[in-house]
């Protein structure tokens, strides 16, 4: 609040959401046709503030705030995957929020990732995600010690005390004992480090255990970084206990693929612009799509809670889930 340009509720700054409309990617009609969106007042905004001080086109003005803001969210995406020692192109980009599938193809391409998965209601995705995940509680206790010199008794005593909390945890939620689950762990860290990995271990430690979670942490951090260094020692910071109750899954089935043609989903066609030059663009509407479904790009899939685009060397699957299926190669 005030917003986007484009919301006309009084903010005058071109966002995002005003560059996305600009260029077709966004519709100007959100949530079914309730929102309304003022493409002219986007255009100025972008015109002002953009495109005439630095010289640009209007639609270089606003294709630039697009590569401009995915090149932040690539950089937040390596955080989370090549930072940790993960290999994007192992993995699926699951996009979420009204925005999300707006950027999610081009940002999984640029990553690396070769696939895209857009789940029925990304718009609702984390509330759908809050309502079916298993409730949690994480118990600590900071206990900063040398891993070769610590006192292994009295973190037995410690760890008793944080396990009997997270047992009066799960028995205050009313969890049943079959769906109680309890994981003991230590954060362990190199000394001289200002950050921790957490290493399971059985719950009561002895000289063995200790051991082992030595030799798990270097192989973790090896994993994690890159590297490890087997003759530096280590620290234990935290001890660690996370109670988790587990709760009913969905219980989900796939619907047959059916006909590849996707004509009958079509809601209408406009000029959206890619890399430089608009390209006639089939717009669909995503309820309307069947299992099996198969598009080209480009294409636009319109929703209430979201928008997708398929940019023109991408193309998409509708599996039996409903999920949009977005191969970026």
């Known amino acids: 609040d005030p917003g986007p340009v484009c919301y006309g509720r009084g903010g005058d700054r071109p966002t995002v959401t005003d560059a996305n409309l600009l260029l077709g990617r966004q519709p100007a009609d959100l949530a079914g046709g309730e929102i309304s969106l003022d493409v002219e007042r986007a255009k100025n905004a972008v015109m002002?503030?953009?495109?005439?001080?630095?010289?640009?086109?209007?639609?270089?003005?606003?294709?630039?705030?697009?590569?401009?803001?995915?090149?932040?969210?690539?950089?937040?995406?390596?955080?989370?995957?090549?930072?940790?020692?993960?290999?994007?192109?192992?993995?699926?980009?699951?996009?979420?929020?009204?925005?999300?599938?707006?950027?999610?193809?081009?940002?999984?391409?640029l990553v690396g990732i070769d696939t895209m998965l857009v789940p029925p209601a990304p718009g609702v995705l984390s509330a759908l995600g809050f309502l079916v995940s298993e409730i949690k509680n994480v118990f600590t206790l900071t206990r900063v010690a040398v891993l070769d010199s610590l006192d292994i008794a009295r973190c037995n005593r410690d760890l008793h005390r944080l396990m009997g909390q997270a047992e009066g945890w799960l028995e205050q939620e009313d969890v049943p004992s079959g769906d109680r689950e309890i994981a003991v762990a230590l954060d362990l860290r190199y000394q001289g480090q200002a950050y921790e990995l957490p290493i399971a271990i059985p719950p009561r430690l002895d000289g063995a255990v200790v051991r082992g979670a030595a030799q798990r942490f270097h192989i973790e951090h090896k994993r994690r970084y890159g590297f490890d260094e087997p003759f530096a020692g280590i620290e234990v910071v935290t001890l660690r206990v996370t109670a988790v109750g587990k709760l009913p899954k969905p219980d989900l089935h796939p619907d047959e693929?059916?006909?590849?043609?996707?004509?009958?989903?079509?809601?209408?066609?406009?000029?959206?612009?890619?890399?430089?030059?608009?390209h006639r663009t089939p717009v669909y509407g995503r309820s309307l799509l069947q299992p099996g479904n198969r598009l080209p790009g480009p294409a636009i899939i319109v929703q209430a809670d979201c928008t997708t685009v398929l940019e023109p060397e991408h193309s998409l699957r509708v599996d039996g889930f409903g999920n949009l299926v977005v191969h970026t190669k």
Do not use: C, K, T
Not at 257 to 278: L, N, T
């Open 48 to 109: 002002r503030h953009v495109a005439d001080p630095l010289g640009l086109s209007l639609e270089e003005a606003a294709h630039g705030i697009i590569r401009i803001v995915n090149e932040n969210m690539l950089g937040a995406l390596r955080v989370v995957s090549v930072q940790r020692g993960v290999d994007p192109r192992d993995l699926v980009l699951v996009p979420l929020g009204g925005a999300g599938p707006v950027h999610g193809a081009r940002l999984a391409q």
């Open 257 to 278: 693929e059916q006909d590849p043609d996707p004509s009958a989903a079509q809601v209408g066609e406009r000029d959206v612009y890619f890399d430089g030059a608009y």
